[in-house]
């Protein structure tokens, strides 16, 4: 009798623990998280990340990891992320090129559904550098330079096809009607190492990843691209300002998780990381380096991102380019 009710009871006990609900489960983080960035280390996408992780591994208690996996402007980590887990522990800064390759590169995953977009994080925008040895010394001597050459003889980087550096030259061409020869890199670190040893000579660069170079005298700076000057260098004009009416072009920044992450693990990360933003000390470290913190929610930032693929798309049809 006694062996039989000890069964039973086991049984039971078994049944219990199966039927545990997830709130009975450890709570959210309870081990590390990994944070995709996808471009090799030294670019702004990286900078971005590694400058929040520090402040989101210490207000979430378990340690964020930055992992760099460049690539297929940043389509290689989507890919990842979209087809980890959904259970908070894989997180990717959202690059520009999030926006532009669903129209330049076949990709294995949706842009939109296959992610929680969390929050934008930051903005910046683009400064446009030459190599010293470049003789233009403003944009509109860059524009008379450029136009006494035949078309192509002139180089140009990027740190990939259809990232907001690439889209930036490709806009200033446009609307200025030169024409110069594009080098794609795979990221903005190794774009600035060729652009120092000067086997490009042009480059708009997001402003994080060339300030420090410009100020040193490594690069000359010669416009910023937004709508208005950037508080890291306000003494350097816009595109608009110094000769080309109408240019305006803005890097965003954002954090997503993989599509089906559950909605209060959503909330937990928006609330922490729209922390981070707000802290002092990384406003201003972001802001010394040409980048604005953001902060929006899951739902303005879902918005941004499918109005962002709508405008590119448009661009980028209408200018003939295509994905390598």
Do not use: C
């Amino acid at each position: 009798m006694n062996h039989r009710w000890l069964v039973a009871a086991m049984g039971i006990a078994a049944s219990f623990v199966l039927a545990l609900p997830a709130a009975a489960q450890a709570p959210y983080p309870s081990k590390p998280i990994r944070f995709l960035v996808g471009f090799p280390p030294g670019g702004t996408n990286d900078i971005v990340a590694r400058v929040i992780a520090p402040k989101l591994s210490a207000f979430l208690g378990q340690q964020v990891v930055v992992e760099n996996r460049g690539g297929a402007n940043a389509s290689i980590a989507a890919e990842l992320a979209a087809r980890a887990a959904p259970d908070g522990y894989t997180i990717m800064l959202v690059a520009p090129g999030h926006a532009t390759n669903p129209a330049l590169i076949k990709l294995n995953f949706d842009s939109v559904r296959d992610f929680a977009f969390i929050t934008q994080a930051a903005e910046s925008q683009n400064l446009l550098v030459v190599h010293p040895s470049f003789p233009p010394r403003s944009v509109k001597a860059l524009i008379a330079f450029s136009k006494k050459h035949p078309p192509g003889a002139i180089n140009y980087g990027s740190s990939g096809t259809g990232t907001t550096v690439h889209l930036s030259a490709e806009l200033f061409q446009f609307m200025t009607g030169v024409k110069w020869l594009h080098i794609p890199y795979k990221g903005g670190g190794p774009a600035v190492v060729d652009l120092l040893a000067g086997h490009h000579v042009i480059y708009f660069g997001n402003v994080p990843t060339v300030i420090t170079h410009a100020r040193n005298g490594r690069l000359r700076a010669l416009a910023t691209t937004g709508p208005k000057r950037t508080p890291a260098a306000p003494d350097i004009p816009t595109v608009a300002e110094a000769g080309v009416p109408g240019y305006s072009v803005t890097t965003a920044y954002g954090v997503a998780a993989p599509g089906k992450t559950p909605r209060p693990i959503i909330e937990r990360l928006h609330a922490e990381l729209i922390k981070v933003l707000n802290s002092p000390d990384i406003r201003d470290r972001l802001k010394g380096l040409g980048a604005d913190t953001v902060g929006t929610t899951p739902e303005q930032y879902t918005a941004f991102i499918q109005e962002e693929i709508a405008k590119w798309t448009k661009v980028i049809r209408a200018a003939g380019i295509k994905g390598e």
